[in-house]
C-alpha cells in the first residue's frame, strides 16, 4: 500500500463511453467542481477548480485573489517607511513578527544602519516565537484536514503561551507593529525572559505528545506517506522555498546560508525531509520539518534568551527617514520560506516601490503539478502540507 | 410486550401504535444525553470545558439545540428534487428505528420477539443507505453526491463483516433471535459469547481467541456503518463540506442527527447482545431481573458509546481506497477464517 503512485498511462481525460453488463452504452464525463473559496480546507479563501474522474484529480487549477488588498500599492502612498509596517503585519497574518522583520531589515540596508545588539536578540527571539506560533497552526490544521481535531485545540492551547509572550511585550496578539525600522517599539517587559523560558521547558513534552498522537499515527502516516511527492529537481525549478523545499530534501535555509540578524552565533540545525515512512518530498515528510523546526527553534530561543546584552532597542535615526535613492532587495526565512522585500528609493519620505516575494505564492503555484493523478481526499492533504496563507498570497 | 399490552387495552390497533413507539421514549432522551456526553468527552480530550452555562455543566443545552433547530425556517434549495429532498431524513431515521424492533432491552421487553432478529436487523437497517443516497442526490449538489457515493460504497462493504462477525456469534448461541441469544449466555460474565459461551472449559478457551477477534472486527465495521471517525468519509468536513447533509438544516438536519445516533447505539446494542450478554448482569443472579436487565443493557450499550466517542476524537480518518482494502482485504478474510475454526471446534 505504500507504494507511491502512478497515474495509469492509458488514462482517458476526454468524455468515454462505458459498456454496461447487459449491452446498454453509457456516457462518462469528468466532473469539475469548485473547492472553495468557502471550503473547510481550503485554509482561507483559496479556490480550486477541481477536474475530478470519480475520486481521482485529473487537473486542478488554482483560482487566487480573493483576499487582495493592494499591499503594494498601498505601501507606495504612506507619508512614512515606518507606516509600512502595519500592513506588512497583515500579510501573513500568522507570522507577522517576521514580515516585519524582513521589512525594516529592507529599509535599514537601504539606510546603511546597524542596529544595536540587544535589538537583534530580541528580534531572533521574537520571530523563532512566531516561528513555532506559526507551525503550529500549519500542524494543527493538517490534523484537522485528516480528520483529527485534537491535536489542533492541543496546538492551539500552546499557541496561545506564545500570544501571551507577545502581548505582554507590544500588547497586540496577532498583528504586533513591533519591530520597527532601526529597532523594536518597546523594550522586553521585566519578567519575559523567565516566562519565555518557562514556555520552552513547557513546550519540548509538547512536542512529543504531539507526535504519539499524529505524526506517529498509523492512519495519519498511510494518509500522508507518499502522496504529492514534490522531488527535489521540481522543488528547485518552481522556486519552492521553506519545510517545502526542505521536506523534499534540500538543505537550504536562509537562516544558515545568508544569515541575517544574528542566527549565526547559535547552534542548531537545519531540518530536511528523508523520506522516512515513504518517499523524500511527500506530505509527511514536509509536515516532519515543521514539527522538528519547531524543536530547533525552541534551541535557538533558549541560546538567545541566555545572550541577550543589555542596551538601547532604538538605534539613533530620524523621525522622518529618508534613504538616498536607490534599491534593496532582502530575502528571510519566514515560516512558510523565503519572504523577500524589493525596496525602491527616490530620495522622498515614501517608498517609490515596494515588491514583496511571497513564499507561500510561490509554494502554492507548484500545486497543480503534484496533486494530478491523486484522490480527492490526497489533494486535501497535499493543500494543507503546502501551508498556505492567503493573506499572503493574494498581499 | 405486546400480550402485556393486549391484556389492557384489548385487540386494538392502539396497541401496535403503543408497542412501535415505545423504544422512541428510549432513544429520544438517549440522544440527549449522547450528544452532551459527546461534546463533554471530547472537550476534556482537548484541554477546554465545552457548554456550561445552560444548565448545571450545560446539561440543558442539547434541549436548546434541539429547540434552536425546530425554530428554523425549513428550507429546500431551489433545484432540489423537493420529494427526495424531504423524505431523506425519514428514510435514514426509519431504517435504524425499525431495527430497533428486534433489539431486547430486557428479558420482559423486546418489541418484536422474531425468530429471524439478527438477519432482520442486518436487512432491515440496509435501508438507511436508500436514504442517504436519496439525500445525496436529491440536494442537487455534487459535494452531497459525492458524499452519498461514498456512503452507499462504505455500508454495503461493511455490512459484509459486521454480518460474518454476527454469524461467528450466532453459531455458537445456536439462534437468530436475540432474546435466545441472551438467554443463552445468562450465568454471569464467564457466559458471555466473547469469552466462549457456557460451553465445557476446553471449548471456551479454544474458541477465545476467535471470538474476541470476531467482536473486536464487528465493532469495527459497527463505526464503519455509523459513518464515524475514522470512518465518516461521506460527511468528511475538510474534503465534502458536510457530505450527504450539506444542504439540510432546520429540524431535517436534526432528524438526520439523530439517526446517526441511534444508528450508534444500535451498532453498540447488537455487539453487546451478540458477544456481551445483553442485558445479563456480569454477577450471576446478583442484580438481575428485568429492570436491571435494562440497566445493565443500556450501561452495556453507552460503553460502546464512549468507545465510539473516544475514537472519534483521538484517530484521523482513512481514505476510501484505504477503508475498501480494510473492509475487503482484512476484516472479511481474518472473519472467514475465524467462522471456519468457530465451526471446527464445535462440531469436536
Redesign the interface.
Known amino acids: 500500500m505504500n507504494e507511491p503512485k502512478v497515474l495509469p498511462t492509458d488514462y482517458v481525460t476526454k468524455p468515454g463511453e462505458f459498456k454496461t453488463s447487459t449491452g446498454k452504452t453509457l456516457r462518462t464525463d469528468e466532473m469539475i467542481i469548485n473547492m472553495g473559496p468557502q471550503h473547510p480546507s481550503t485554509h482561507g479563501v483559496l479556490r480550486l477548480e477541481v477536474v475530478l474522474d470519480g475520486e481521482i484529480v485529473v487537473d486542478v487549477i488554482p483560482h487566487i485573489g480573493y483576499l487582495h488588498r493592494c499591499f503594494e500599492k498601498h505601501a507606495e502612498h504612506m507619508t512614512n517607511y515606518q507606516q509600512v509596517i502595519p500592513y506588512a503585519d497583515r500579510m501573513d497574518y500568522l507570522a507577522s513578527m517576521n514580515n516585519d522583520w524582513a521589512y525594516a531589515l529592507a529599509v535599514e540596508r537601504l539606510l546603511n544602519i546597524v542596529v544595536p545588539p540587544r535589538v537583534e536578540y530580541i528580534r531572533v527571539i521574537m520571530a523563532e516565537l512566531q516561528r513555532i506560533a506559526s507551525h503550529l497552526i500549519a500542524i494543527g490544521t493538517y490534523g484537522i484536514d485528516m480528520g483529527a481535531f485534537t491535536p489542533f485545540l492541543w496546538c492551539f492551547r500552546d499557541r496561545e503561551r506564545i500570544l501571551d509572550l507577545f502581548e505582554m511585550t507590544c500588547g497586540a496578539r496577532l498583528l504586533y507593529n513591533y519591530i520597527w525600522v532601526g529597532g523594536v517599539s518597546h523594550d522586553l517587559p521585566p519578567g519575559f525572559v523567565e516566562k519565555a523560558k518557562d514556555f520552552c521547558t513547557y513546550f519540548r513534552p509538547k512536542i512529543k505528545e504531539l507526535n504519539d498522537v499524529l505524526s506517529f499515527n498509523e492512519i495519519f502516516i498511510k494518509r500522508t506517506a507518499n502522496v504529492g511527492v514534490l522531488p527535489k529537481d521540481v522543488a528547485i525549478n518552481y522556486a519552492c522555498s521553506g519545510p517545502m523545499l526542505r521536506g523534499s530534501g534540500v538543505n537550504w535555509d536562509l537562516r544558515r546560508d545568508d544569515p541575517y540578524g544574528v542566527y549565526d552565533k547559535f547552534e542548531w540545525e537545519v531540518q530536511i525531509g528523508k523520506g522516512e515512512m515513504g518517499t523524500v518530498g511527500d506530505c509527511w515528510d514536509r509536515y516532519m520539518v515543521r514539527v522538528r523546526e519547531m524543536e530547533q527553534s525552541v534551541k535557538i530561543i533558549e541560546q538567545a534568551l541566555a545572550g541577550i546584552p543589555e542596551g538601547n532597542v532604538q538605534s539613533a535615526i530620524p523621525k522622518r527617514i529618508r534613504p538616498d535613492r536607490g534599491e534593496v532587495y532582502v530575502r528571510t526565512e519566514s515560516p512558510r520560506g523565503e519572504l523577500g522585500f524589493y525596496v525602491v528609493s527616490d530620495g522622498t519620505a515614501s517608498p517609490y516601490r515596494i515588491k514583496a516575494r511571497s513564499p507561500a505564492f510561490v509554494n502554492l503555484s507548484v500545486l497543480p503539478e503534484i496533486s494530478r493523478g491523486c484522490m480527492l481526499a490526497d489533494l486535501v492533504a497535499i493543500v494543507g502540507s503546502v501551508d498556505i496563507v492567503l493573506g499572503e498570497v493574494d498581499r | 410486550m405486546e400480550e402485556l399490552l393486549r391484556s389492557i387495552l384489548g385487540d386494538t390497533t392502539l396497541v401496535y401504535v403503543i408497542a412501535a413507539a415505545l423504544p422512541l421514549l428510549f432513544i429520544l432522551p438517549y440522544a440527549l444525553v449522547t450528544v452532551w456526553l459527546e461534546m463533554k468527552v471530547?472537550a476534556h480530550?482537548?484541554?477546554?470545558v465545552a457548554y456550561m452555562y445552560t444548565g448545571p455543566h450545560g446539561i440543558a443545552q442539547p434541549i436548546a439545540d434541539i429547540l434552536k433547530l425546530l425554530q428554523k425556517e425549513d428550507t429546500v434549495p431551489g433545484m432540489a428534487d423537493k420529494l427526495l429532498y424531504t423524505l431523506s431524513p425519514f428514510f435514514v431515521f426509519m431504517g435504524t428505528y425499525a431495527a430497533f424492533a428486534a433489539i431486547p432491552f430486557s428479558s420482559a421487553y423486546i418489541g418484536s420477539n422474531i425468530d429471524l432478529g439478527v438477519f432482520y436487523i442486518v436487512a432491515i437497517s440496509s435501508l438507511v443507505v436508500i436514504g442517504i443516497l436519496m439525500a445525496g442526490w436529491a440536494s442537487n449538489n455534487?459535494?452531497s453526491l459525492?458524499g452519498a457515493i461514498r456512503s452507499v460504497a462504505q455500508i454495503v462493504s461493511y455490512e459484509i463483516p459486521t454480518a460474518l462477525a454476527l454469524l461467528v456469534a450466532v453459531m455458537i448461541t445456536q439462534s437468530l433471535n436475540l432474546q435466545e441469544v441472551s438467554r443463552f449466555q445468562e450465568g454471569g460474565i464467564q457466559n458471555w459469547v466473547v469469552f466462549g459461551g457456557p460451553l465445557p472449559l476446553l471449548k471456551k478457551l479454544l474458541l477465545i481467541p476467535f471470538t474476541l477477534t470476531a467482536f473486536v472486527i464487528l465493532f469495527i465495521a459497527g463505526i464503519a456503518e455509523v459513518n464515524r471517525?475514522?470512518f465518516?468519509?461521506p460527511e468528511?468536513?475538510?474534503?465534502l463540506?458536510q457530505g450527504y447533509n450539506t444542504e439540510y438544516s432546520g429540524m431535517k438536519f436534526a432528524i438526520f442527527y439523530l439517526a446517526e445516533y441511534a444508528n450508534m447505539f444500535l451498532v453498540s446494542a447488537v455487539a453487546a447482545t451478540l458477544f456481551l450478554g445483553g442485558w445479563n448482569s456480569p454477577f450471576g443472579d446478583f442484580l438481575s431481573g428485568p429492570i436491571w436487565g435494562f440497566i445493565w443493557f443500556v450501561t452495556k450499550g453507552m460503553f460502546f458509546i464512549f468507545l465510539q466517542i473516544w475514537i472519534r476524537?483521538?484517530?484521523?480518518?482513512?481514505?476510501?481506497?484505504?477503508l475498501m482494502?480494510m473492509s475487503w482485504k482484512v476484516l472479511t478474510p481474518f472473519l472467514f477464517a475465524c467462522i471456519f475454526a468457530v465451526g471446527l471446534i464445535l462440531v469436536l
Open positions: 471530547s480530550m482537548q484541554d477546554r455534487k459535494w459525492f471517525t475514522p465518516d468519509l468528511a468536513e475538510s474534503e463540506v476524537w483521538t484517530l484521523p480518518r482513512l481514505r476510501v481506497d484505504q482494502y
